[in-house]
């Protein structure tokens, strides 16, 4: 494949990903994990709260920043919907109307169910294996509006796509989307890592080698009306929501302002995605034509990108220091290394190099809550060199020291006064003169009672501790103080809103996306073709009516609401 070479991008934009997806999705699914996730009730979105937990366990500063500006994250949203689309987690996504009157659906209690089983299997293959069940989720992630052309389904996607109005009819219903990602990574395989290669030259060596690769040569639609051709479903003009042609498939560059524009589009989702490729962007802001065309004049592919390709992924390197540092050399990162690390060690760095170390108090509680854990073998076994010396040495120690904890199943633990006698076959443990571990609690309790000194007898299922008497004295019991109810202030907020209907969905399609854009807060129902907002907003709202007052001659009538009984 013969591109060419673009030796000057001093005048671009650079974009690179330092986002690593890898490990925050393992992040995430940790985080489900250990502990209850609620999604929001209406938009069925993550919890402000639980984004900035995320933001801050994933480590990246610009999306800390983002989160602590806007309260949201485009990759954390990504790698949620990454998870779910993996089967790593579980949720909700269909929602139910809760009423006549709903027009969206909710989402009552919709918590992030972790699949351990799944992300176990995950867990158990190997680093090109996991590579290639991730790049492989991503590429048969689509349907006829979500794809290159129409959406921005990248997380670091910024070219606006084609007016998506039609899009479930014409050719796109029959294009295979993931067998075109596949053909362009394949051709992608042919570069040079860390070359630029010209953007343009790639459309133009697909135009004249491949230039089926995206729409059949016979297109097959279903519609027997359509008669549009094989760009039907393309449109452009000068303004973004303006007046728009569609692309004649005689024009000259005609390629390249359909294909063309999905390459731009392709190079962007899941390549920059996945960390195989930099991108050089115009910084040229004032768009002539619309969707963009010919933004991104430069691409190189990365070493990562290639070795993938060739499934060439080495094993991770794991060398244990003297210091009780752990360093871990991946070209990919080692999800399942660093699974089995974070045990027993702290990460002090996991962004270019992976640095661990080992924890004294980590070590004592896993060989607590597993008797079987061996951490000398299982560093060993990870380890490409032999362990030091005093390492080993250390670990030794942190083992016997965790085993003089001990245990006690099937016991009781027995409250008294100082001044009680028990026989001696019931005590076990004395902890202090009015706690005791004990043995056979029925036996006892029934002496007890005999001897008429009114026990009483709680026993705890496995998972919780229930509660006692409220007669009951204890030193466990912890009584609240007595406060006197309050009456609750309660302020009741009133707002007043407007609704708007339009005679046809074209149009009110038109003016939802000018309002989207503008970040205008806004409801719509496309049952009765209407928009409300609220009435605080009206001046706002007609600055924004303004862009369709040069297509149409609009007036706004007040409607006349009538109820009959």
Same mark, same amino acid.
């Given at each position: 494949?013969?591109?060419?070479?673009? #030796?000057?991008?001093?005048?671009?934009?650079?974009?690179?990903n330092?986002? *690593?997806?890898?490990?925050?999705?393992?992040?995430?699914?940790?985080?489900?994990?250990?502990?209850?996730?609620?999604?929001?009730?209406r $938009?069925?979105?993550?919890?402000?709260?639980?984004?900035?937990?995320?933001? =801050?366990?994933?480590?990246?500063?610009?999306?800390?920043?983002?989160?602590?500006?806007?309260?949201t994250?485009p990759?954390?949203?990504?790698?949620?919907?990454?998870?779910?689309?993996?089967?790593?987690?579980r949720?909700?996504?269909?929602?139910?109307?809760?009423?006549?009157?709903?027009?969206?659906p909710s989402?009552?209690?919709?918590?992030?169910?972790?699949?351990?089983?799944?992300?176990?299997?995950?867990?158990l293959?190997?680093?090109?294996?996991?590579?290639?069940?991730?790049?492989n989720?991503?590429?048969?992630?689509?349907?006829n509006?979500?794809? *290159?052309?129409?959406?921005?389904?990248?997380?670091?996607?910024?070219l606006d796509?084609?007016?998506?109005?039609?899009?479930a009819?014409?050719?796109?219903?029959?294009?295979?989307f993931?067998?075109?990602?596949?053909?362009?990574?394949?051709?992608?395989?042919?570069?040079?890592?860390?070359?630029?290669y $010209?953007?343009?030259s790639?459309?133009?060596?697909?135009?004249?080698?491949?230039?089926?690769?995206?729409?059949?040569?016979k297109?097959?639609?279903r519609?027997r009306?359509?008669?549009?051709?094989?760009?039907?479903?393309f449109?452009?003009?000068?303004?973004?929501?303006?007046?728009?042609?569609?692309?004649? !498939?005689?024009?000259?560059?005609?390629?390249?302002?359909?294909?063309?524009?999905?390459?731009?589009?392709?190079l962007e989702?899941?390549?920059?995605?996945?960390?195989?490729?930099?991108l050089?962007?115009?910084?040229? %802001?004032?768009?002539?034509?619309?969707?963009?065309?010919?933004?991104?004049?430069?691409f190189?592919?990365? %070493?990562?990108?290639?070795?993938?390709?060739?499934?060439?992924?080495?094993?991770?390197?794991?060398?244990?220091?003297?210091?009780?540092?752990?360093?871990?050399?991946?070209?990919?990162?080692?999800?399942?290394?660093?699974?089995?690390?974070?045990?027993?060690?702290?990460?002090l760095a996991?962004?270019?190099?992976?640095?661990?170390?080992?924890?004294?108090?980590?070590?004592?509680?896993q060989?607590?809550?597993?008797?079987e854990?061996?951490?000398?073998?299982?560093?060993?076994?990870?380890?490409?060199?032999?362990?030091?010396s005093?390492?080993?040495?250390?670990?030794? !120690?942190?083992?016997?020291?965790?085993?003089?904890? #001990?245990?006690? *199943?099937?016991?009781?633990l027995l409250?008294? #006064?100082?001044?009680? =006698? @028990?026989?001696?076959?019931?005590?076990?443990?004395?902890?202090?003169? *009015?706690?005791?571990i004990?043995?056979?609690?029925?036996?006892?309790?029934?002496?007890l009672e $005999?001897?008429?000194?009114?026990?009483? @007898?709680v026993?705890?299922?496995?998972?919780?501790?229930?509660? @006692?008497?409220?007669?009951?004295?204890?030193?466990?019991?912890?009584?609240a103080?007595?406060?006197?109810?309050?009456?609750?202030?309660?302020?009741?907020?009133?707002?007043?809103?407007v609704?708007l209907?339009?005679?046809?969905?074209t149009?009110?399609?038109?003016?939802?996306?000018?309002?989207?854009?503008?970040?205008?807060?806004?409801?719509v129902?496309?049952l #009765?073709?209407?928009?409300?907002?609220?009435? $605080?907003?009206?001046p706002?709202?007609?600055?924004?009516?303004?862009?369709?007052?040069?297509?149409?001659?609009?007036?706004?009538?007040?409607?006349?609401?009538?109820?009959?009984?």
């Amino acid at each position: 494949m013969d591109l060419k070479p673009v #030796t000057n991008i001093n005048d671009l934009n650079v974009v690179s990903n330092r986002s *690593e997806l890898r490990r925050d999705v393992h992040t995430f699914v940790n985080y489900t994990r250990e502990r209850e996730v609620k999604r929001t009730h209406r $938009s069925n979105d993550l919890s402000k709260a639980d984004i900035k937990r995320l933001a =801050k366990l994933m480590g990246d500063p610009e999306t800390q920043k983002q989160v602590k500006i806007t309260g949201t994250s485009p990759w954390i949203d990504f790698i949620d919907r990454l998870a779910l689309l993996l089967g790593f987690v579980r949720y909700d996504t269909e929602g139910e109307y809760m009423g006549y009157t709903s027009t969206e659906p909710s989402y009552p209690d919709n918590y992030i169910m972790f699949q351990e089983q799944t992300y176990d299997q995950f867990l158990l293959s190997s680093l090109i294996e996991q590579e290639e069940y991730i790049l492989n989720a991503l590429i048969k992630r689509y349907d006829n509006s979500d794809n *290159e052309f129409f959406s921005k389904i990248g997380p670091f996607s910024v070219l606006d796509g084609f007016e998506m109005f039609g899009c479930a009819t014409g050719v796109i219903p029959t294009i295979r989307f993931d067998k075109v990602r596949r053909h362009l990574l394949e051709l992608l395989k042919g570069c040079n890592s860390g070359v630029w290669y $010209s953007t343009a030259s790639f459309c133009q060596y697909l135009k004249k080698e491949h230039p089926y690769f995206v729409i059949p040569q016979k297109i097959k639609v279903r519609e027997r009306w359509w008669a549009k051709g094989r760009y039907g479903n393309f449109r452009e003009g000068k303004r973004r929501w303006g007046p728009s042609e569609e692309i004649p !498939e005689n024009a000259p560059d005609a390629f390249e302002r359909v294909e063309g524009r999905y390459v731009e589009r392709f190079l962007e989702n899941i390549p920059l995605t996945m960390r195989y490729v930099d991108l050089a962007y115009d910084k040229e %802001e004032d768009q002539k034509i619309y969707p963009p065309i010919n933004n991104i004049k430069a691409f190189r592919v990365t %070493e990562r990108f290639l070795r993938v390709m060739k499934r060439e992924v080495r094993k991770p390197r794991v060398t244990v220091l003297p210091t009780f540092e752990i360093h871990v050399d991946s070209e990919l990162y080692p999800i399942s290394v660093m699974t089995q690390l974070t045990r027993f060690a702290d990460v002090l760095a996991d962004d270019v190099a992976i640095v661990l170390k080992l924890e004294k108090n980590k070590v004592a509680a896993q060989l607590a809550e597993h008797e079987e854990l061996n951490v000398t073998a299982l560093l060993e076994a990870l380890a490409d060199n032999a362990l030091p010396s005093n390492i080993v040495t250390d670990l030794e !120690e942190w083992t016997a020291h965790a085993e003089t904890f #001990t245990l006690f *199943e099937g016991f009781g633990l027995l409250e008294c #006064t100082e001044s009680l =006698k @028990l026989p001696a076959e019931f005590v076990v443990a004395d902890i202090s003169p *009015e706690l005791k571990i004990v043995r056979s609690q029925d036996n006892l309790y029934s002496q007890l009672e $005999s001897s008429e000194l009114v026990p009483i @007898l709680v026993k705890h299922p496995g998972s919780s501790f229930r509660k @006692l008497p409220k007669d009951a004295r204890s030193v466990f019991l912890k009584k609240a103080p007595v406060t006197n109810r309050k009456k609750k202030a309660v302020s009741i907020k009133r707002n007043y809103s407007v609704t708007l209907y339009f005679p046809s969905k074209t149009l009110l399609k038109r003016f939802s996306n000018e309002l989207k854009n503008a970040k205008f807060p806004f409801s719509v129902n496309e049952l #009765t073709n209407a928009i409300t907002f609220s009435e $605080s907003q009206e001046p706002q709202l007609k600055v924004h009516l303004k862009a369709l007052e040069k297509e149409y001659e609009i007036s706004i009538e007040d409607m006349d609401l009538k109820t009959s009984l």
